[in-house]
Every structure is written in structure tokens, then in C-alpha cells.
């Protein structure tokens, strides 16, 4: 028969009826059933141990001794320990499957039993003693003795119920009382390491008649004040084993912190600073005494406010008398006192603290090298911008005398062509007419290059300031000035009135006449030119407008439209133009600090627009 097989019928073969009767009717029931049987005085004793091998030699012999007298005997404990008795009492030449033994051996799970009269966590009185009472006077017969081992308290403690366990103690105490049996109870002494574990061991003690002491401790000595001293001494020792090693362990954690730390800050070069709040008192390592040049190893705040440079010193004072105050960190750079004609540059963060004491700790890095190198970086830029703007300079002038000097022969070349044209065309045959109509084209096309170049130019150079801008006003303006925008050469609309905007007048004169000349321009032979122009919130960014100018021209090919704004694209060459207007418009609207894009349709006309920011 297995051990499942064995434990379960000690609880089936109860009467289960005379758990409906009340507590007092249990009582009495238990009372008189206990005067008939004559039983004699119980003794409740608690066993302490540490290797649950230990519980298991003791519990053995506790329970040979009594099969071997004929007692009957009830073994309340975990499944584990059930099989582990078993083995040990056969390993002893008791098998308690045998007849002669089987009749006397009861065992019950302890969880199994607990299930049986804990309600909502707790032990019921009335379900406890009727339960018990019928399995002790099921074990029992005439005259016979009991002696019984319950581990349900150990297994409650276990699960963090010490309260309830306390209680079951008591409420075998009162079992006790109506029924004589011998009741062994068990804790593990790790039950009790806690530094507030005291309390409940002496609460446990209190519940029982005699305590026997776990096995690190040899006993000699039968005296029960003796034993109940010394397994105090056991919890409180074991409570400080386990504090010590805590301890040591929180040491060996915090020696490792500081090694990491040192080497960090070693390797860092940092020094380490404290200042009391209270007293102002100052303290600090021999690395930061370093930094701040002192010889004296007892410096103290004054004397490390002499060692900074008078020019920085109360600007660091300051610095430091304001984060102590407002409880807040600090950083400040400052030079220290010249030592052989050089000074050194230091860098010091700081921070309160408030653990007990009030002190604002901090470190300390030279940082002399870096100051150099941005102070020698600083002049470098400052002598290449200076050469930068010489060039520039030479260049506006080179750009402006050149154009100048290209300008002024296309002017000579385009005039004697006109005067050719004019006087002289009736005795010129059509070649020659041609060619000199080349001429004056061409003189015509590189004038407008030259003219579109210098703009490029005077935009990418030329610092925009920004203004209020009317666009209604803008555009309207443009309108009227250029005939190829107005009717009947093009019909042009403008939807609702146009905002102000934040930009450059004439920047922006110089976009909107290069995108309506474009718009114009740009489509099908034969087609009158419309073109719609509107305003709207820009998607996505609430401060700006969008200024959207669309036209029914031939549209951009889609893979065309990341250059069409670099300078000298020319994307079709039937239509006259230099490459660069556009480039002067995304360039314009760069400096503004605005955008600009296209929506297009290869063969179905494009939408420009301008993002441009609202006035402040």
C-alpha cells in the first residue's frame, strides 16, 4: 500500500456525522469518552532543529519507541517527511505496513489536515477539536496510551501565518485538557533568524511544557528552565549569524563599490571636495589639493577661495554661496592663483546632501588643456573668418568688375546688331539676317545669365531683414509691373486677399516674379496661361502660411524634381531661360528661414508653393 493509500482512510474512517454537532456538544462528547478510557496526563514538548535529518532521527525514535509499547501513534506531517519516517523506521525493522504494527500507525498530511478546519486562513475551534477529537478516539482504545507528531504549525509558519500557527498551539493545549496524549511538535530553527524572531520564539515556548533545544547544541542537563534558556540562545544566535552575514556581505559589496569608484575617479584625474552647510567647514583630497595648487593639508573655505584667480573668485564664491542656499547643484569653471607665471584651469560640479549630515559634495578636474585648445581654436576661426571675408570681398569685387566689363561689350554687340537690322537689312539676304538676329539673342541671353548670376550671388551673401510683409499688396504690385502677366497674355487669379507675412520685400519680390514668370512661361504652344494663387495653413506647422501658385503649364517629370532647384538646371530647352531662377527662389526662402516645394504632374501643370513664417 502506498503512502497516499495510507494517509487518506486515517480521516475517511471518522464518524463525519459529529461534525455537525456544536463545540460543547463535541466536548462532552470528548470528555466522557476520555473518563471511560481512564487516560492519564498529556504532555505537549516542541523540538527544535536545523537539518530536517535531525527531525527525522528524533521523530523516528519517538515513534519505534512507541509502536514497540503498543501506543498508538498519529503522525500529522508534510508528505516529504511521512516518507522519510517510513524509510528511517524501516531501516529500524519496522515496517508499518505490517499487521502487528499497522493497527496502531496513523498517518495524515499535513495540509490535507489543515484544509479539514481552517476558515478564511484562520483555525475554527469547533471544526479543530471535533476533527481531532474523533481521530484520537478512533486511534485509541481502553487504556491504551497516544503520543502524536503535528507539523501543521511549522507549515503555516512557513506560509507566513504565525498568528494562526500560535493559535493551533493553543487550541492543542486545549485538546489537551480532554484528551491525554503525548503531542510533539517541530520548528526549524530558520523559522526564527530574524532580529524580531525573539519575540515569537518565546510565544511558541510559552505553549508547550518542554523544549528540546535543536542539534547544534548538546544538552546534559534535564532542568526545563535550562533547556528553554538555551534554545532562546540558539534563535539569537542564529539571528546574529544571519545578521553578521548580511552584514558582511553588504560590506564586501560596498569595499567593491569604493574600489570601483577610486579607480573611476583615478582614472578621471578627479578630486573629490565636501563643504558642512552649517559650519562651512571644507574638505578635500589630496587630487583636488592638487588642482587648486595648496600646500596645506588642512584647507578650509577661505583659504580655497585665496588659491583661485581674483578675476574668477567672486564669481565661484557666489556660485557656491547660492547652491548651499537653494539647495541646488552648481558648476563653475575658474582659473587658479599663477604659479610660476601660468595658471591652471579648474572645473568644479557640486551637489547638497541631506543623509543625516548637511554637506554639499562635489568634484574637481583640470581642464587647462581644453581651455587652451578651445581658446587656440577660437583664434584660428576668428583669423580664417577674417581671411574668409577678405576673399568674399574680393570676390564681390572681382564678380561685380567683371560682370561690368562682360556687360558692357554684349551691350556693343546687341546695339550693332540692332543698327545692322535696322539700316541695312534690304541689301542683307535671310542668312545674313539670321545670323545677326543670333547675335542680338544671344547678347540678349548671356545679359540675363550675368544679371541672374549677380543675384544668386547678392542673395547668398546679403543679410535678409526681416519685416511685415503684405503679399496682397506684393503680388498685386507684380501684376501690374510685368505686361506677359497680364490679361489678354494670361489670366491670373488671386483667391481671397493674401496674408502679411514675416520676410524680405524685396526677397520676396524676387521669388514671387521668378514663379509667376514660370508659370506663364512654361506652357504648351498655343495655350493661354491661368494660373490660380491662394493662401493656406501650413500642414504641420501652425506659425507659417503656405502660398500656392498653380498653373496648367507642361508640368516637371517626377524624377526631375530634386534638381529643379539646383542652379543651371535647364529641364527643357525649347523654352528660353538661364537654369537659375529657381535656385534664387529656394535660396531667398533659405535665408528667410522658409521653405519652398512642388506638386506636379508630367503634361498636367504644378503647384509651387512658399512656406513662409507669420510676423511675431
Not at 126 to 151: H, M, N, Y
Not at 333 to 346: A, D, L, S
Not at 372 to 393: D, K
Request: proline fraction near 3%; include cysteine.
Amino acid at each position: 500500500m502506498g503512502l497516499t493509500e495510507r494517509v487518506a482512510p486515517a480521516f475517511d474512517a471518522l464518524d463525519w456525522r459529529a461534525m455537525t454537532l456544536t463545540g460543547q456538544q463535541a466536548r462532552n462528547k470528548f470528555d466522557s469518552d476520555h473518563r471511560s478510557r481512564g487516560a492519564g496526563e498529556s504532555e505537549h514538548f516542541v523540538q527544535f532543529y536545523e537539518d530536517e535529518t535531525y527531525l527525522i532521527a528524533s521523530l523516528t525514535e519517538f515513534v519505534r519507541s512507541g509502536l514497540e509499547n503498543e501506543e498508538a501513534c498519529l503522525v500529522i506531517a508534510t508528505r516529504d517527511h511521512l516518507k522519510l519516517l517510513e524509510d528511517s523506521l524501516a531501516n529500524e525493522g519496522i515496517d508499518v505496513r505490517e499487521s502487528n504494527f499497522k493497527e496502531f500507525y496513523y498517518a495524515v498530511a499535513a495540509t490535507e489536515a489543515l484544509g479539514r478546519f481552517m476558515v478564511n486562513g484562520w483555525p475554527d475551534k469547533d471544526l479543530f477539536i471535533t476533527l481531532f477529537g474523533q481521530l484520537i478516539s478512533k486511534a485509541t482504545g481502553p487504556g491504551q496510551s497516544l503520543r502524536a507528531f503535528g507539523e501543521m504549525v511549522s507549515v503555516l509558519w512557513k506560509e507566513g501565518k504565525s498568528d494562526a500557527a500560535l493559535r493551533l498551539e493553543e487550541l492543542w493545549n486545549e485538546l489537551a485538557r480532554m484528551h491525554a496524549f503525548t503531542l510533539m511538535c517541530a520548528y526549524p530553527m530558520s523559522h526564527f533568524r530574524g532580529e524580531n524572531d525573539g519575540r515569537s520564539l518565546l510565544e511558541v515556548c510559552g505553549n508547550h511544557h518542554r523544549i528540546i533545544p535543536a542539534e547544534s547544541f548538546p544538552i546534559h542537563s534535564e532542568d526545563d528552565e535550562q533547556l528553554r534558556a538555551i534554545t532562546i540562545l540558539q534563535q539569537k544566535a542564529g539571528a546574529v549569524e544571519h545578521e553578521i552575514s548580511g552584514r558582511k556581505k553588504a560590506e564586501a559589496e560596498k569595499r567593491e563599490q569604493q574600489t570601483r569608484l577610486q579607480i573611476a575617479v583615478e582614472l578621471a584625474q578627479m578630486g573629490i571636495w565636501e563643504i558642512d552647510l552649517l559650519t562651512r567647514a571644507f574638505h578635500c583630497s589630496t587630487e583636488c589639493r592638487t588642482h587648486f595648487g595648496a600646500q596645506d593639508e588642512n584647507l578650509n573655505y577661505q583659504g580655497m577661495l585665496k588659491l583661485i584667480h581674483p578675476d574668477d573668485r567672486t564669481a565661484v564664491d557666489k556660485s557656491l554661496q547660492t547652491g548651499m542656499v537653494a539647495n541646488s547643484d552648481i558648476y563653475a569653471e575658474f582659473r587658479t592663483m599663477p604659479v610660476n607665471g601660468e595658471y591652471k584651469w579648474i572645473a568644479v560640479r557640486g551637489r547638497c546632501f541631506h543623509n543625516g549630515t548637511h554637506r554639499m559634495l562635489g568634484v574637481s578636474m583640470e581642464i587647462t588643456a581644453r581651455k587652451r585648445n578651445a581658446e587656440m581654436l577660437e583664434q584660428t576661426v576668428r583669423q580664417r573668418t577674417a581671411e574668409l571675408q577678405r576673399t568674399i570681398g574680393e570676390l564681390e569685387a572681382f564678380s561685380y568688375s567683371i560682370s561690368h566689363d562682360m556687360r558692357a561689350p554684349l551691350r556693343s554687340m546687341r546695339s550693332f546688331a540692332d543698327i545692322l537690322l535696322d539700316e541695312c537689312a534690304d541689301s542683307l539676304n535671310e542668312d545674313c539676317r539670321g545670323y545677326l538676329h543670333r547675335i542680338a539673342a544671344a547678347g540678349e541671353r548671356m545679359d540675363r545669365l550675368i544679371q541672374d548670376v549677380l543675384t544668386f550671388s547678392r542673395v547668398s551673401r546679403t543679410e535678409l531683414k526681416l519685416e511685415p510683409v503684405n503679399l496682397d499688396h506684393l503680388i498685386r504690385g507684380i501684376l501690374e509691373c510685368y505686361p506677359n502677366l497680364q490679361a489678354p497674355a494670361a489670366e491670373i487669379t488671386i483667391e481671397h486677399a493674401l496674408p502679411v507675412v514675416s520676410g524680405n520685400a524685396a526677397a520676396l519680390t524676387q521669388c514671387f516674379s521668378n514663379l509667376l514668370g514660370n508659370a506663364v512661361k512654361f506652357v504648351p504652344r498655343g495655350t493661354l496661361p491661368k494660373v490660380r494663387i491662394w493662401s493656406e495653413q501650413s500642414p504641420g506647422e501652425p506659425s507659417a502660411f503656405r502660398i500656392c501658385i498653380q498653373d496648367n503649364g507642361i508640368g516637371i517629370p517626377v524624377d526631375a524634381r530634386d534638381r529643379i532647384f539646383g542652379i543651371f538646371q535647364r529641364l527643357n530647352h525649347s523654352y528660353e531661360g538661364t537654369g537659375i531662377g529657381l535656385s534664387i527662389v529656394k535660396k531667398a526662402m533659405e535665408r528667410m528661414g522658409g521653405r519652398v516645394g512642388l506638386e506636379s504632374k508630367e503634361g498636367n501643370g504644378s503647384t509651387f508653393w512658399l512656406e513662409i513664417k507669420r510676423p511675431a
